[in-house]
């Protein structure tokens, strides 16, 4: 948990043995073009960090309920060269951002600023935000030990193999990434795990989403062969979760449904105000049964988990219930409770005893929202219920019943579905496309499946027999990928689903 970004100096136990030439030939073209861009300079190391893919545990990270993702082998490598400073201490320090792909992600320079912080534009969804997101956070854990810091500059070439708005999280990939770089630029050569998560979850909100903390801790914390299970109350804690080693082996199979999750544009109405509405259903909750809620750490100050906490501290909780029936007491709570019909600004102002303009100044300013009706009585039963549901995945992992095929399999892959059903109808999060992806893979033999990520578009993950791989790939490409895109091409195709090992966190690859 406590230890440091591990540093390697070859790659080949990073990547799963049939990708390590691709992979040996990636790394090659960066140095290559590293050295063509930058006056034949070789890079002095290279900061890599994995996209991930949740396995379960959908939009309950910022009501800090636990999840369980895995990290990718699809990542973020940047090359970096620090620059020496300037001999004139008036001349600017500057930072190059390069992307070996430039006709899509266009370079560009920024000057260190002399004081304060550097400008993000979150209104425009430049790639270069993330990079400068993950910089600006280094930069300021750095000037805790040294406020008299004055940052290096860096020539950076990025490269990245996570697609973008596709629920992998290649944003917060390219932002653990880009802080790593910039801590190891100014000197900081054993970057410790969790700072390195703590901040880019942090900095990630600067790029305008209220994010949780999933794909940052994922993505820096996962260990090669495993899931990794992640905590966030009372702090965030990470630990590997290693899947059944006897038995049929655990395949899951991921899906792009190539429907763009435009987390950004369309933030203020779906992932910010999924974020407010758990938030307010806490909140709700409490006022109606007269307990005060403490800043707990989520994203708004306030959370779900903060509401159980309360309760369970007033003299109607019992915090010596196990922790399922603890979240069972609270959907019941929420039945009881919460409107079914939704709820205007006014009635949830009423229920906090405060004025629409403060409601709107406390909870929907920093990261605004556009919404008629908050639905805090659905959104609140799917985080419980989602809670539920990583319980029982993880204890299923932990203690497997004795027949996997028949018993164990089955039942992860219904949770699965479980899962689905209630992001499609509950949380509203799915989308026609990839409800239409679980149920082909369903009719070709998946065990279940379910939309990943943020929703919206993007990915879906499943849990399938090792030899229905072939027969679910063939199925997708029929019935979805080629009537969507008759011209379709192959490398799209090829590049359309993945089956993917739990892949390694974060790493320094260092090459001077
Ligand atoms: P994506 O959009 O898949 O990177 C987002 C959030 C997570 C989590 C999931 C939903 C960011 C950076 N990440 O993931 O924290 O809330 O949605 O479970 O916004
Ligand atoms: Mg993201």
């Not at 390697?8 to 390590?20: G, K, N």
């Not at 204890?395 to 089955?410: G, Q």
């Not at 080629?482 to 993945?498: F, G, Y």
Request: hydrophobic share 40%; aromatic share 8%; proline share 6%.
């Amino acid at each position: 948990m406590n230890d440091p970004v591990p540093i390697i100096r070859d790659i080949d136990d990073l990547y799963p043995r049939d990708a390590l030439q691709y992979q040996k030939r990636r790394f090659e073209r960066l140095r290559h073009r590293f050295a063509e861009l930058y006056g034949g300079k070789t890079p002095r190391f290279i900061a890599r960090s994995p996209g991930r893919v949740n396995l379960i545990g959908e939009h309950i990270d910022y009501s800090l309920y636990e999840v369980l993702p895995m990290a990718i082998a699809a990542d973020v490598l940047i090359a970096v060269s620090p620059l020496s400073k300037p001999a004139d201490s008036e001349d600017d320090v500057k930072v190059y951002v390069a992307n070996l792909n430039p006709q899509k992600f266009k370079a560009e320079e920024f000057t260190v600023p002399k004081k304060g912080n550097i400008e993000i534009d979150s209104s425009t969804l430049q790639w270069t935000n993330y990079f400068k997101a993950g910089w600006q956070g280094a930069i300021e854990l750095l000037e805790k030990e040294d406020p008299e810091l004055s940052p290096c500059g860096m020539e950076v070439l990025v490269d990245g193999t996570v697609p973008a708005g596709g629920g992998l999280s290649s944003s917060a990939a390219f932002v653990c990434a880009s802080a790593l770089a910039t801590l190891r630029a100014n000197g900081l050569e054993w970057v410790p795990k969790k700072e390195l998560v703590e901040l880019a979850i942090v900095s990630e909100r600067s790029v305008g989403v209220n994010s949780g903390g999933m794909d940052q801790a994922a993505s820096v914390f996962s260990i090669r062969g495993d899931a990794t299970s992640i905590s966030f109350y009372p702090e965030l804690y990470a630990e590997a979760l290693p899947f059944p080693k006897t038995g049929p082996p655990i395949t899951f199979m991921i899906a792009q449904s190539f429907v763009a999750a435009d987390k950004h544009v369309a933030a203020p109405e779906n992932y910010n105000l999924r974020v407010v509405e758990c938030t307010l259903a806490a909140e709700v909750l409490a006022a109606d049964l007269g307990l005060k809620l403490k800043n707990d750490h989520g994203p708004l100050g306030t959370s779900l988990r903060g509401f159980q906490n309360a309760y369970n501290d007033s003299d109607k909780g019992n915090p010596k219930d196990d922790p399922e029936k603890q979240i069972q007491t609270m959907l019941s709570l929420t039945e009881k409770h919460l409107s079914e019909q939704g709820y205007t600004r006014e009635d949830i102002a009423s229920s906090l005893s405060m004025s629409v303009p403060n409601l709107e100044k406390k909870f929907m300013t920093k990261f605004p929202v556009r919404a008629e009706r908050f639905y805090l009585r659905q959104r609140a039963q799917h985080v419980f219920t989602e809670a539920l549901r990583v319980q029982e995945f993880k204890n299923l992992l932990k203690s497997p019943p004795a027949d996997a095929r028949t018993t164990l399999l089955p039942r992860l892959g219904a949770i699965l579905n479980e899962s689905h059903a209630s992001s499609r109808d509950v949380y509203v999060h799915s989308c026609s496309e990839i409800d239409q992806m679980c149920e082909i893979a369903a009719e070709a033999g998946s065990y279940g499946g379910r939309v990943t990520g943020a929703g919206w578009g993007g990915c879906s993950v499943h849990l399938v027999p090792k030899e229905k791989v072939d027969a679910i790939k063939a199925a997708w490409e029929e019935k979805y990928y080629r009537k969507r895109e008759p011209d379709i091409t192959d490398e799209k195709l090829a590049e359309a689903v993945i089956v993917s090992e739990p892949g390694h966190g974060a790493m320094v690859i260092d090459i001077s």
